[in-house]
């Protein structure tokens, strides 16, 4: 799978396993992970059904970018595209985000309509979609494929092949939302936040999510934050600066009478400065107060220098916890109600 980036949002989702034999699929399924969600149709037409009722993400991008007509110009030709992130970090406060659907498991060999067909019926839905199939299936598997029917393939006998579908679901997952919000992706990238497809930074960025135990996060700037949160809903914040917002920075606090020792530390890097309140942003009067937006930070050298900062300790504006629904608690309400 081609690198491509990091998406600009992303959460767990809801895996949709298809096949005719219940049995299978109830085996297969309580050898899965306990952390992924999954639901089972052994009738392909009742999974179709499902999906096609089913909300996706799209509205989630769709939300976040407008088109304004320019003032003074012509009101059919002139218009300028806008971007709105808050419309993608309010999605943390919904509740059935998790149910949303990014990858389907479905059968090849299906009496009345085989996998083919199911994905046929799917070309126009986002979701990513993989084949189980036989020993015999395999040619039949790689023209769907190159043909774009499915995302993906495995052998059903594969000693590994419950491996091998988890490795697979999770990739596509993330291809899914990368997918779903390429156009803010292209339009961060040529503007502000050229880090979302550098190599260097998204190989950091994954390890920092695997090592904090973060299961969604949501871009919250266009210079660069993240929101995370773990599985517990448990947020922090992911600050991240260029060398180029680091002089702005400078700047302003220079002109805005900050102390010495925070001059210095913006101007090398050492710390880097975050308002939780974008409309109060270094609104200080106070000298002392300067310090209180300054967060230790550490070099990223990727194709070009980041600044960035985890931020785990949270003020209470910072994000309205009590309107979260964590991603265990979704779990453990599912499992109750089986």
Request: hydrophobic fraction near 40%; include cysteine; proline fraction near 4%.
């Amino acid at each position: 799978m081609r690198f491509t980036g990091i998406p600009v949002y992303y959460y767990p989702t809801t895996v949709i396993l298809v096949d005719d034999k219940i049995d299978f699929l109830t085996n297969f399924s309580l050898q899965l992970s306990q952390s992924m969600v999954y639901k089972l149709f052994s009738q392909a037409n009742k999974a179709l059904t499902f999906l096609k009722q089913a909300e996706d993400s799209a509205h989630v991008s769709e939300r976040s970018v407008g088109i304004a007509a320019e003032v003074g110009g012509n009101p059919l030709t002139n218009h300028t595209l806008t971007l709105n992130l808050e419309q993608i970090t309010d999605e943390v406060y919904n509740p059935k985000r998790f149910c949303e659907v990014a990858v389907v498991v479905v059968d090849y060999d299906m009496p009345g309509m085989d996998g083919l067909e199911f994905c046929r019926k799917l070309q126009d839905h986002p979701v990513k979609k993989i084949l189980l199939t036989g020993k015999g299936d395999e040619k039949i598997a790689v023209k769907a494929f190159n043909e774009g029917l499915i995302d993906h393939f495995i052998q059903k006998n594969n000693k590994d092949v419950v491996e091998l579908v988890e490795q697979n679901i999770a990739q596509l997952q993330k291809q899914y939302f990368k997918t779903m919000s390429e156009e803010l992706r292209s339009m961060l990238a040529r503007n502000t936040a050229s880090f979302i497809k550098d190599p260097v930074f998204c190989d950091f960025f994954e390890k920092l999510l695997i090592e904090n135990d973060i299961v969604e996060y949501y871009l919250t700037e266009l210079t660069g934050s993240f929101l995370l949160l773990d599985k517990n809903a448990r947020p922090s914040y992911l600050v991240i600066k260029c060398y180029e917002d680091l002089n702005i920075h400078y700047e302003f606090a220079a002109d805005n009478g900050a102390p010495k020792e925070v001059l210095d530390e913006i101007r090398s890097g050492s710390k880097i400065p975050y308002a939780w309140d974008a409309d109060d942003y270094f609104r200080l009067q106070k000298p002392e107060e300067w310090q209180s937006q300054l967060y230790p930070a550490e070099e990223l050298h990727g194709q070009e220098i980041y600044y960035y900062a985890l931020i785990k300790d949270l003020p209470t504006e910072a994000v309205q916890t009590n309107r979260l629904t964590s991603y265990s608690k979704f779990i453990h309400q599912l499992r109750s109600e089986e």
